[in-house]
T-cell receptor, first 114, second 114 residues
Framework: DQQVKQNSPSLSVQEGRISILNCDYT??????FLWYKKYPAEGPTFLIS?????DKNEDGRFTVFLNKSAKHLSLHIVPSQPGDSAVYFC?????????????FGKGTKLSVKP | ETGVTQSPTHLIKTRGQQVTLRCSSQ?????VSWYQQALGQGPQFIFQ???????GRGNFPPRFSGLQFPNYSSELNVNALELDDSALYLC?????????????FGSGTQLSVL
């Protein structure tokens, strides 16, 4: 049973527009959420994170929103650039769990068209 | 580039064989985690090592084992390989200094079991 769900396998956006990637989770014990980006033939790279005590975190063009009551988070990229084309993974950590134990979604492939 | 290196990049084995995958952590990191990423799935946590001891394990059988060395390099060993073990194996390092340290991933080893 998937605890972290990314229901959109792919997303296509025009350059300069906003990209919104969504993630739903089922486990109320998650207390920290992260987004990773993965290019082909490379490992995932950290993008942005948010603690469960916050509802928003912003870093440049990237903003993550957390809605705890809906068990939903989203990643906004604005403006989108062709170099943002990659697979984006949502991940969560259980409170009190091993630091290295992240539970990942299946990923959403973002394509930003020039 | 994360500074986490994995070897080999690709490997082909036959069912029943044993395999050892290697990882060099980023300088200064004292924790290493291993993940399995099957095709079309997100990475799945195998286990974590801290100060040469396993201190967290996912839902993987005992034929998946590991080692962490004093220089913080690491090995993942898989015995009695099965066809379903075909996947990308990712190593990630981190520093346990705070509660929410992010993971730095290597590029992975692509294992094919025939």
């Amino acid at each position: 049973d998937q605890q972290v769900k990314q229901n959109s396998p792919s997303l296509s956006v025009q350059e300069g527009r906003i990209s919104i990637l969504n993630c739903d989770y089922t486990n109320s014990m998650f207390d920290y959420f992260l987004w990773y980006k993965k290019y082909p033939a490379e490992g995932p790279t950290f993008l942005i994170s948010i603690s469960s005590i916050k509802d928003k975190n912003e870093d440049g063009r990237f903003t993550v929103f957390l809605n705890k009551s809906a068990k939903h988070l989203s990643l906004h990229i604005v403006p989108s650039q062709p170099g943002d084309s990659a697979v984006y993974f949502c991940a969560a950590r259980i409170y009190g769990g091993s630091q290295g134990n992240l539970i990942f979604g299946k990923g959403t492939k973002l394509s930003v068209k020039p | 580039e994360t500074g986490v290196t994995q070897s080999p990049t690709h490997l082909i084995k036959t069912r029943g064989q044993q395999v050892t995958l290697r990882c060099s952590s980023q300088s200064g990191h004292n924790t290493v985690s291993w993940y399995q990423q099957a095709l079309g799935q997100g990475p799945q946590f195998i286990f974590q090592y801290y100060r040469e001891e396993e201190n967290g394990r996912g839902n993987f059988p005992p034929r998946f084992s590991g080692l962490q060395f004093p220089n913080y390099s690491s090995e993942l060993n898989v015995n009695a390989l099965e066809l379903d073990d075909s996947a990308l194996y990712l190593c990630a390092s981190s520093l346990i200094a705070g509660t929410n340290e992010k993971l730095f991933f290597g590029s992975g080893t692509q294992l094919s079991v025939l």
